[in-house]
């Protein structure tokens, strides 16, 4: 049997190696954090990588998931021709007690004005 994607399994950083200026640089960015928002709220593995509601291209959105990967926070496999998502919720929380709580604890910003 043939496998037709031609794409490699996506690399992992595990948040024992990731130092925190990278973890919250991930999280800074807004689509970053609209997508760990979207798997707070999700099942393991529920999300595909198509079904996030962000404003970015298939390219832009590939890149933010690979800034995800690296700076530990979400895990990815493939399943057939889709890949699934999961917040490492457990293993982030362990290194980084509380910053995860506090992110998602912040409101996201409305149109035109600032998060608080």
Do not use: Y
Request: hydrophobic share 35%; aromatic share 4%; with cysteine.
């Amino acid at each position: 049997m043939s496998n037709r994607s031609h794409r490699s399994a996506p690399r992992h950083t595990h948040p024992d190696d990731v130092p925190v200026r990278t973890a919250l640089a991930a999280l800074a960015d807004p689509v970053r954090l609209q997508l760990v928002r979207e798997l707070a709220t999700a099942a393991d593995w529920e999300h595909t990588c198509g079904t996030f509601d962000v404003p970015v291209g298939k390219a832009a959105l590939s890149h933010h998931f690979s800034v995800l990967r690296a700076a530990g926070l979400i895990e990815q496999r493939d399943l057939g021709p889709k890949r699934v998502n999961r917040l490492r919720r457990p293993e982030f929380d362990q290194r980084f007690p509380g910053l995860l709580d506090l992110v998602l604890r912040e409101r996201p910003p409305r149109n035109g004005e600032d998060a608080r």
